[in-house]
């Protein structure tokens, strides 16, 4: 029953996440149109990179990590989760006015950190630009409190739905910034508008499930005290790909002009197969853990993390091979218009194929942080965490010089794979490896072989009309990823692949 609700869940997930992943695209399309890969862009990106670095900290990390399994167990103690879950947004709120306190009044400090090499009038325009998107982490740290609430009942449609609105409140800003004096101060209005409207969206999800929180009520309860102590290790265990991603900034900032954007385009795009299937598993993954834990559950937890794995592995191989393969034909066809040029596409489609070597080793660490934090083991995360961040910027000094920006993306998937390789040596100790190890692992690398070797071939035959319209090369990239997707689900059909049948399901 856990595998299908899991499989039922991880759809919806993917499915509202899907709906946000392409509002994304559309509005990274009008970005790229309006500003290009200029130093005006870069400033707008890294303005938005600081919030979002928090969001992504809280959101996919320490927050909803730290307190799903204190919900779990203090339900199963007390009957509900209303005194902890009130306290907790008491808390929060006093801790958010503080830090959103200290981000307005150190910008410059804070730009100087995630971007040291703008000078200049870049550098200024990035300090007013965060000033305003800043805030946003105010408004999300709230939406994320409550949303981890949500998931706890297991209810994934509000939270992976909710950046939908975020998405379309940037849309608006980016289609009415051109009449405006200071184009990109608009679009990042748009941001901090987007913070409000996902924050509402939350609590209306809330009051609908009978969650909604009480800000009156006193803080820091000692079970909201245990979940902070938690926060602070689950925050550099699950949030090393975000570091990784802000090292590359702080580096790119000293290559050629455009690299940070052409990092920014390349991992937007790698950040759709990761959200779709990654981030969708394991957070859906979480509360079914932590239940199973909690009730001493193990076959029921084992089984679980057993087909999250053989679900990422069937899933994101693929994927980061189709990436690979056709990292330029699917940028040039996405973002090459107006400011954005050919030259623009093959650079970011140098960092797309790199991070895209790194999409399965990323997946599969969602799924195998949350057996720790399921275990309200918080600690070995950090140590992974740490590893993987010694090893990125090791590996970030050595290939930024041959491999430039492209370098910096590659070191992030290597990086990734020893965080993994730690982590999965780790969790011996909680359930054995070769109980969680997929049993059709064979036969998704024979298929992804022949995928990969197919695929290949194909491109290689048929060229990409890169000199066509628009509809020409669209036609032959979607083309492409019909056909083969289509192909590798009949094989892993026909090979009677376990994951798929759940799927079906």
Not at 261 to 283: M, V
Request: glycine share 6%.
């Amino acid at each position: 029953m856990g595998r299908k609700e899991i499989a039922k869940n991880t759809l919806i997930f993917t499915f509202s996440t899907m709906a946000s992943r392409i509002l994304g695209f559309v509005r990274d399309i009008l970005i790229a149109k309006f500003f290009g890969a200029t130093p005006v862009a870069d400033a707008f990106f890294v303005a938005f990179r600081i919030p979002n670095l928090f969001r992504r900290l809280l959101g996919e990390g320490a927050l909803s990590s730290a307190f799903i399994p204190v919900f779990s167990q203090y339900e199963k103690e007390k009957g509900n989760i209303k005194t902890v879950l009130d306290s907790a947004f008491s808390t929060l709120i006093i801790v958010l006015a503080i830090l959103v306190l200290l981000g307005e009044v150190f910008t410059s400090s804070l730009v100087k950190i995630i971007a040291p090499g703008l000078r200049g009038n870049i550098f200024t325009l990035t300090v007013n630009l965060t000033k305003i998107t800043f805030p946003y982490i105010g408004f999300m740290g709230t939406a994320i409190l409550i949303g981890a609430a949500l998931n706890h009942k297991k209810d994934f449609f509000y939270t992976s739905f909710s950046p939908c609105l975020l998405n379309i409140c940037m849309i608006i800003a980016l289609l009415l910034s051109q009449r405006f004096p200071q184009p990109i101060k608009v679009l990042a209005w748009g941001v901090f508008t987007g913070g409000i409207v996902q924050m509402l969206f939350h609590l209306y999800g809330a009051k609908k499930l009978d969650v909604l929180p009480n800000p009156v009520c006193k803080p820091f309860h000692p079970e909201v005290v245990k979940a902070l102590k938690l926060m602070a290790p689950a925050t550099a265990g699950l949030a090393i790909h975000q570091i990784n991603t802000l090292i590359d900034t702080v580096l790119a900032s000293f290559l050629v002009a455009g690299s940070i954007s052409f990092l920014y385009y390349a991992n937007r795009l790698f950040q759709l197969p990761l959200a779709l299937f990654g981030i969708a598993i394991g957070a859906v993954l979480l509360p079914y853990a932590a239940d199973a834990v909690s009730s001493g559950r193990k076959k029921e937890l084992i089984d679980n993390i057993r087909f999250s794995l053989e679900f990422v592995m069937w899933i994101t191989i693929p994927a980061a091979v189709g990436l690979v393969i056709l990292s330029f034909p699917i940028i040039d066809l996405l973002f090459r218009r107006g400011e954005f040029s050919i030259t623009d596409a093959h650079n970011t489609a140098s960092a797309l194929s790199m991070y895209a070597l790194g999409l399965p080793f990323i997946s599969a660490i969602k799924v195998v942080v949350s057996v720790f934090h399921s275990h309200m083991d918080m600690k070995t995360p950090v140590k992974a965490a740490a590893l993987a961040l010694v090893a990125n910027i090791m590996l970030n000094l050595i290939l930024m010089k041959p491999l430039k920006h492209a370098g910096l993306a590659l070191a992030t998937s290597l990086s990734s794979l020893i965080q993994l390789s730690y982590l999965m040596a780790k969790a011996n100790s909680m359930v054995k490896l070769k109980e969680i190890v997929p049993k059709n692992w064979a036969k998704i690398i024979f298929v992804n072989f022949a995928f990969a070797f197919l695929l290949f071939i194909s491109t290689k035959s048929l060229k990409y009309p890169v000199n066509e319209n628009i509809l020409a090369r669209g036609t032959f990239v979607f083309g492409i990823i019909l056909i083969f997707s289509t192909t590798y689900f009949a094989i892993s059909s026909a090979l009677k692949i376990v994951v798929l049948q759940r799927i079906r399901d």
